[in-house]
């Protein structure tokens, strides 16, 4: 068997601990302490324990090596094989004293190799040796044991090329061990980085490794000898080759280059060459030369891949490497289209994995045979490799463009990608028909013609025209087919109209032509415009030549026709007038003129309607939480006055979680419904929430925010449908195999549907044991969508307190705990009846812990009060052992009086038990007096009577922060002297009365200056 151990020939102890010495294990023989890996002859090692001063032992440095006392250690020698060397052997053995162990012959008949010792003690002061620690002995017969050196070469992982040049030579040694190695380079001790490892204990294999830093070659030998004495050696030359002169590369076309060099000078130690080359995506070649050649040619290589090209030089041992690189000219890259428009391509494009590539350049230019275009071209270099896509704006509509991608590195330009032939999108027309001409034809028609827009802005084919008309604000449109001519009917007589008309693509409607203007011959007429959500203005006109006195406007609601109608008189030379309505109310609004020769024209009336969204938002916002995931909103109703005459149709309710930057919206439908629920929110977190009315005219103004907190998810535990407190009693007897289960659940669980699905939780019995199927007699869990239950199986379930973890599809939550017990059990006992009392006398104020210790049954609730009075801070209770439901109640606070800790649970069961917390009685008269100058006494008069005082303590500090505290246990002492205080500071000194169960006193305090 081989054992591979490094042999560190020093070895080091770390300090157990800083009062104790270090111990480190050593060897002996005949009372002689060996070097670590030393010889020792076995026929001299003593047989049987009747030879005590003949075994070879391993102690550590704080024992007596020759010491025969017996003592318990651990430890034990280790045979060649790995096998530990038996006390009971029939053939030899070892036996353990203080600090050692030692190695004896039963007979002559004894492995020889290398021996390995570990030890470690508690015999000294309770001191034990670091683990890890091994010494080593070479145990041969006089006749063996000898050193031999099998082989001595240079590691193939030598480098003489790189930054930090190197190499490693190794020598292997066996037949007995290796006590010293030695190094030298030209007969001169060599230093460098050395290593020993011990690689087979049978065989004393060991591997000497010597690692050179540099070029430095020279004859090296490796010495090793050992203390029997033995000694062997072997000795390397190591030869360095040289490159040869003159050595360059010459690139042959793009995918291959040549290699030239002249032949090395007679004393190099070259015996021959190997050409390397590597692409940079991994692939290498290797070539070996003849030593008369001065030439290589490679062929076969690809555009686009940096290859790095070594050229070696070998000698016997060793090698010279030196690296050229070369770049191959980049591929033709591939080119597709990411995106077009009707101004801009976006070509992206891509070489192979691994090409070499330092930028790009894209060239387009225009196809002029396509429609009516002019010539068109560009080119664009990208700063770098890592841009494979370009826009190229500026384009023309409707155009085609031939498009071609390069790639360039160091080595030049690659050829260009396959051309790519991209149309532009058509647009809309860039220009407006030409020649626009208005013919009036009567007093409500004009026909409009034109000219087709020019070949070179139409940007498409043109599919249509729209021919724009409008007066005062209102504004008409007409379409046409490819027609140049249309007539438009149904006009307002006496009416100026502009008239505008554009050509229309696919892609929509061109630009407009200048506005003509034309006039329909009639009569007096009224035209709405310039409508807003409560007021309308109107145009009055007279027909050509008519001159009016003045104008009567009547307008009426047309749904409320007996309350609402009025009329306003307007002046003649008035021709537009502003009407003030209701908002999201219908008119009847009629016209009339008085001419100045006496007659009246009246006008047809027209009906227009106002509409406003909701002024004002709902009111009385109200939020109210259902659990930790959900939420219910409510709100009042947008009073009818600001509804603005329209009626609502829903509501908008905007929710989001306050600083998350992000919210929702959700519709309400219907002016009745004001309440809605939101679900599925996150628990602790805090929501923002408003509401808006909607009508027809759209969104009202939202209410002020409001702020509500998503409570925590909370975990229950229930029986029969009763929710049973946390810590809580139940009756064994009551669960069942199934249907009444003990249930574990969220307060959003749903205890239906599939009864298997997995749900994150577990329960666990009073012993920690988790509750699967088998696993704790007389129950068996079963899992549904958020719950877990608990069901029983017989009688022998074990009582105490149960606990369960569930977790929700987010977070996991804290366990639940319930007691579950047979009928009779779980009452609640106080230990001892009695309340421990404890405090800490170093806090400035003085603080103390009262503590109740319950068993027997689950602590529900704990009250804590002092003087009859509830105390809530500083309490705290912890589950000690659920098998006996032993609870540790904690109450702490500075107060003294009459406490009392009642615990009890839903059995009902109760226990409480009390304590009465005084203050010690304070000492008087506190003086101090310098006593020299660096010492003073304070003195006191103790408390008559003593009371509960059983000691003082005595605090100070100087303005220098010089502070210490010192206690004095006789209750009867009325003085102390406090010495190595500092030369003229000021001091303050405090003292108090301490006892055993009660407070501190208040305390005295006092000021002292020291004299030089």
Same mark, same amino acid.
């Given at each position: 068997?081989?054992?591979?151990?490094?042999?560190?020939?020093?070895?080091?102890?770390?300090?157990?601990?800083?009062?104790?010495?270090?111990?480190?294990?050593?060897?002996?023989?005949?009372?002689?302490?060996?070097?670590?890996?030393?010889?020792?002859?076995?026929?001299?090692?003593?047989?049987?324990?009747?030879?005590?001063?003949?075994?070879?032992?391993?102690?550590?440095?704080?024992?007596?090596?020759?010491?025969?006392?017996?003592?318990?250690?651990?430890?034990?020698?280790?045979?060649?094989?790995?096998?530990?060397?038996?006390?009971?052997?029939?053939?030899?053995?070892?036996?353990?004293?203080?600090?050692?162990?030692?190695?004896?012959?039963?007979?002559?008949?004894?492995?020889?190799?290398?021996?390995?010792?570990?030890?470690?003690?508690?015999?000294?002061?309770?001191?034990?040796?670091?683990?890890?620690?091994?010494?080593?002995?070479?145990?041969?017969?006089?006749?063996?044991?000898?050193?031999?050196?099998?082989?001595?070469? @240079? +590691? $193939? #992982?030598? &480098? !003489?090329?790189?930054? /930090?040049? *190197?190499? =490693?030579?190794?020598?292997?040694?066996?037949?007995?061990?290796?006590?010293?190695?030695?190094?030298?380079?030209?007969?001169?001790?060599?230093?460098?980085?050395?290593?020993?490892?011990?690689?087979?204990?049978?065989?004393?294999?060991?591997?000497?490794?010597?690692?050179?830093?540099?070029?430095?070659?020279?004859?090296?030998?490796?010495?090793?000898?050992?203390?029997?004495?033995?000694?062997?050696?072997?000795?390397?030359?190591?030869?360095?080759?040289?490159?040869?002169?003159?050595?360059?590369?010459?690139?042959?076309?793009?995918?291959?280059?040549?290699?030239?060099?002249?032949?090395?000078?007679?004393?190099?130690?070259?015996?021959?060459?190997?050409?390397?080359?590597?692409?940079?995506?991994?692939?290498? @070649? +290797? $070539? #070996?030369? &003849? !030593?008369?050649?001065? /030439?290589? *040619?490679? =062929?076969?290589?690809?555009?686009?891949?940096?290859?790095?090209?070594?050229?070696?030089?070998?000698?016997?041992?060793?090698?010279?490497?030196?690296?050229?690189?070369?770049?191959?000219?980049?591929?033709?890259?591939?080119?597709?289209?990411?995106?077009?428009?009707?101004?801009?391509?976006?070509?992206?494009?891509?070489?192979?994995?691994?090409?070499?590539?330092?930028?790009?350049?894209?060239?387009?230019?225009?196809?002029?045979?396509?429609?009516?275009?002019?010539?068109?071209?560009?080119?664009?270099?990208?700063?770098?490799?890592?841009?494979?896509?370009?826009?190229?704006?500026?384009?023309?509509?409707?155009?085609?463009?031939?498009?071609?991608?390069?790639?360039?590195?160091?080595?030049?330009?690659?050829?260009?990608?396959?051309?790519?032939?991209?149309?532009?999108?058509?647009?809309?027309?860039?220009?407006?028909?030409?020649?626009?001409?208005?013919?009036?034809?009567?007093?409500?028609?004009?026909?409009?013609?034109?000219?087709?827009?020019?070949?070179?802005?139409?940007?498409?084919?043109?599919?249509?025209?729209?021919?724009?008309?409008?007066?005062?604000?209102?504004?008409?449109?007409?379409?046409?087919?490819?027609?140049?001519?249309?007539?438009?009917?149904?006009?307002?007589?006496?009416?100026?109209?502009?008239?505008?008309?554009?050509?229309?693509?696919?892609?929509?409607?061109?630009?407009?032509?200048?506005?003509?203007?034309?006039?329909?011959?009639?009569?007096?007429?009224?035209?709405?415009?310039?409508?807003?959500?409560?007021?309308?203005?109107?145009?009055?006109?007279?027909?050509?030549?008519?001159?009016?006195?003045?104008?009567?406007?009547?307008?009426?609601?047309?749904?409320?026709?007996?309350?609402?109608?009025?009329?306003?008189?307007?002046?003649?030379?008035?021709?537009?007038?502003?009407?003030?309505?209701?908002?999201?109310?219908?008119?009847?609004?009629?016209?009339?003129?008085?001419?100045?020769?006496?007659?009246?024209?009246?006008?047809?009336?027209?009906?227009?309607?106002?509409?406003?969204?909701?002024?004002?938002?709902?009111?009385?916002?109200?939020?109210?939480?259902?659990?930790?995931?959900?939420?219910?909103?409510?709100?009042?109703?947008?009073?009818?006055?600001?509804?603005?005459?329209?009626?609502?149709?829903?509501?908008?309710?905007?929710?989001?979680?306050?600083?998350?930057?992000?919210?929702?919206?959700?519709?309400?439908?219907?002016?009745?419904?004001?309440?809605?629920?939101?679900?599925?929110?996150?628990?602790?977190?805090?929501?923002?929430?408003?509401?808006?009315?909607?009508?027809?005219?759209?969104?009202?103004?939202?209410?002020?925010?409001?702020?509500?907190?998503?409570?925590?998810?909370?975990?229950?535990?229930?029986?029969?449908?009763?929710?049973?407190?946390?810590?809580?009693?139940?009756?064994?007897?009551?669960?069942?195999?199934?249907?009444?289960?003990?249930?574990?659940?969220?307060?959003?669980?749903?205890?239906?549907?599939?009864?298997?699905?997995?749900?994150?939780?577990?329960?666990?019995?009073?012993?920690?044991?988790?509750?699967?199927?088998?696993?704790?007699?007389?129950?068996?869990?079963?899992?549904?969508?958020?719950?877990?239950?608990?069901?029983?199986?017989?009688?022998?379930?074990?009582?105490?307190?149960?606990?369960?973890?569930?977790?929700?599809?987010?977070?996991?939550?804290?366990?639940?705990?319930?007691?579950?017990?047979?009928?009779?059990?779980?009452?609640?006992?106080?230990?001892?009846?009695?309340?421990?009392?404890?405090?800490?006398?170093?806090?400035?104020?003085?603080?103390?812990?009262?503590?109740?210790?319950?068993?027997?049954?689950?602590?529900?609730?704990?009250?804590?009060?002092?003087?009859?009075?509830?105390?809530?801070?500083?309490?705290?209770?912890?589950?000690?052992?659920?098998?006996?439901?032993?609870?540790?109640?904690?109450?702490?606070?500075?107060?003294?009086?009459?406490?009392?800790?009642?615990?009890?649970?839903?059995?009902?069961?109760?226990?409480?038990?009390?304590?009465?917390?005084?203050?010690?009685?304070?000492?008087?008269?506190?003086?101090?007096?310098?006593?020299?100058?660096?010492?003073?006494?304070?003195?006191?008069?103790?408390?008559?009577?003593?009371?509960?005082?059983?000691?003082?303590?005595?605090?100070?500090?100087?303005?220098?922060?010089?502070?210490?505290?010192?206690?004095?246990?006789?209750?009867?002492?009325?003085?102390?002297?406090?010495?190595?205080?500092?030369?003229?500071?000021?001091?303050?000194?405090?003292?108090?009365?301490?006892?055993?169960?009660?407070?501190?006193?208040?305390?005295?305090?006092?000021?002292?200056?020291?004299?030089?």
């Amino acid at each position: 068997m081989k054992a591979a151990t490094i042999v560190h020939f020093f070895l080091f102890c770390s300090m157990v601990e800083a009062h104790y010495p270090t111990k480190c294990p050593h060897v002996s023989f005949m009372g002689q302490t060996l070097v670590n890996h030393s010889y020792v002859d076995l026929s001299q090692v003593g047989i049987s324990t009747a030879d005590p001063g003949n075994t070879v032992r391993c102690c550590t440095d704080l024992c007596t090596c020759c010491s025969n006392e017996q003592g318990d250690d651990r430890g034990g020698w280790f045979l060649p094989n790995g096998g530990s060397l038996s006390t009971s052997s029939y053939d030899y053995g070892m036996r353990y004293g203080d600090g050692r162990v030692d190695v004896y012959r039963q007979h002559h008949s004894m492995p020889q190799g290398i021996y390995r010792c570990d030890i470690e003690t508690n015999a000294f002061h309770g001191d034990q040796i670091t683990a890890g620690e091994s010494v080593f002995a070479g145990l041969y017969f006089s006749n063996e044991g000898d050193v031999h050196i099998n082989s001595l070469l @240079i +590691g $193939v #992982d030598s &480098d !003489l090329n790189g930054a /930090s040049p *190197q190499f =490693t030579l190794t020598c292997i040694s066996t037949g007995g061990p290796a006590t010293t190695v030695t190094w030298t380079r030209d007969s001169t001790r060599v230093g460098g980085t050395t290593k020993t490892v011990l690689e087979d204990p049978v065989t004393a294999h060991y591997i000497h490794n010597l690692t050179v830093t540099g070029r430095r070659p020279g004859f090296y030998t490796c010495i090793v000898a050992n203390n029997k004495p033995s000694m062997a050696n072997a000795t390397l030359s190591v030869e360095m080759a040289s490159v040869p002169p003159n050595l360059i590369a010459i690139r042959k076309g793009s995918k291959e280059i040549q290699l030239n060099w002249d032949q090395p000078p007679p004393t190099a130690k070259t015996i021959g060459y190997t050409i390397e080359y590597q692409s940079h995506r991994g692939e290498s @070649i +290797g $070539v #070996d030369i &003849d !030593l008369s050649s001065t /030439s290589y *040619q490679v =062929t076969g290589l690809m555009n686009g891949i940096r290859y790095n090209v070594a050229f070696i030089s070998r000698s016997n041992h060793y090698y010279q490497r030196i690296s050229i690189p070369i770049a191959m000219v980049p591929e033709k890259p591939s080119v597709s289209i990411a995106a077009v428009t009707s101004s801009s391509i976006d070509p992206f494009w891509s070489v192979s994995r691994g090409s070499v590539v330092t930028s790009y350049t894209v060239t387009w230019k225009s196809d002029i045979s396509f429609g009516c275009r002019t010539e068109h071209q560009g080119s664009h270099t990208t700063p770098d490799n890592s841009s494979t896509i370009y826009t190229i704006t500026g384009l023309e509509e409707n155009s085609r463009y031939i498009i071609t991608v390069s790639a360039r590195n160091g080595a030049g330009t690659g050829p260009e990608s396959e051309p790519l032939i991209v149309e532009t999108n058509a647009a809309a027309p860039s220009a407006a028909p030409t020649s626009v001409r208005v013919t009036e034809d009567s007093s409500t028609t004009i026909t409009v013609q034109w000219e087709g827009v020019d070949c070179i802005h139409r940007n498409g084919n043109i599919t249509g025209y729209s021919v724009r008309y409008s007066h005062m604000g209102t504004t008409l449109q007409k379409t046409s087919n490819t027609t140049t001519k249309v007539t438009i009917s149904g006009l307002s007589p006496s009416t100026t109209y502009i008239v505008e008309v554009a050509g229309v693509t696919s892609l929509g409607i061109g630009s407009y032509s200048l506005p003509l203007n034309a006039t329909t011959d009639g009569r007096l007429s009224m035209i709405g415009g310039s409508t807003s959500p409560t007021s309308l203005t109107v145009s009055l006109q007279l027909a050509a030549g008519s001159q009016a006195i003045g104008y009567t406007l009547t307008y009426q609601n047309v749904n409320n026709t007996d309350c609402f109608r009025d009329s306003d008189q307007i002046g003649g030379n008035q021709t537009t007038y502003t009407l003030n309505l209701l908002g999201n109310t219908e008119y009847i609004i009629a016209v009339s003129a008085e001419l100045s020769i006496g007659e009246v024209e009246e006008d047809s009336f027209i009906t227009v309607t106002a509409v406003a969204a909701p002024s004002v938002p709902p009111t009385s916002v109200e939020v109210s939480v259902v659990n930790s995931t959900t939420i219910t909103v409510q709100w009042g109703q947008v009073p009818c006055r600001y509804q603005n005459g329209a009626q609502i149709t829903g509501y908008w309710v905007r929710h989001g979680e306050v600083g998350s930057g992000n919210t929702q919206t959700m519709s309400v439908s219907g002016d009745s419904v004001t309440e809605t629920t939101i679900s599925s929110l996150l628990p602790s977190t805090n929501h923002s929430l408003q509401v808006a009315a909607v009508n027809g005219a759209g969104t009202g103004i939202y209410s002020t925010p409001v702020s509500v907190l998503i409570p925590e998810m909370n975990v229950y535990v229930s029986l029969r449908g009763r929710v049973i407190p946390n810590n809580g009693y139940a009756i064994i007897d009551d669960i069942g195999s199934w249907d009444n289960a003990v249930l574990c659940h969220t307060d959003r669980a749903v205890d239906f549907g599939d009864p298997f699905r997995r749900s994150g939780g577990n329960w666990f019995a009073p012993d920690g044991t988790r509750v699967n199927e088998n696993d704790v007699p007389g129950f068996y869990r079963n899992r549904g969508p958020m719950v877990v239950r608990l069901h029983r199986t017989d009688s022998t379930g074990n009582q105490g307190i149960y606990n369960c973890t569930i977790q929700d599809a987010t977070t996991k939550y804290q366990a639940v705990y319930v007691g579950l017990y047979y009928p009779g059990n779980g009452v609640i006992n106080i230990s001892g009846g009695v309340l421990y009392f404890s405090w800490n006398v170093n806090r400035a104020i003085p603080q103390f812990t009262l503590t109740c210790i319950s068993t027997g049954g689950p602590a529900t609730t704990v009250t804590w009060t002092r003087d009859a009075t509830t105390v809530t801070q500083g309490t705290e209770t912890v589950l000690n052992d659920p098998v006996t439901a032993q609870y540790t109640h904690t109450l702490t606070v500075t107060t003294a009086g009459e406490y009392t800790c009642t615990v009890s649970n839903n059995k009902p069961s109760t226990a409480s038990a009390s304590i009465t917390v005084r203050v010690a009685s304070a000492p008087t008269n506190l003086m101090v007096v310098q006593e020299d100058l660096t010492s003073v006494r304070v003195s006191w008069t103790p408390p008559t009577p003593l009371g509960d005082t059983t000691g003082y303590r005595i605090d100070f500090i100087s303005s220098g922060n010089d502070t210490g505290s010192v206690n004095v246990s006789d209750w009867s002492s009325g003085h102390c002297v406090l010495h190595g205080l500092i030369r003229e500071a000021t001091y303050y000194i405090s003292i108090v009365a301490t006892s055993e169960h009660h407070l501190p006193s208040h305390s005295l305090n006092s000021q002292i200056t020291l004299g030089k």
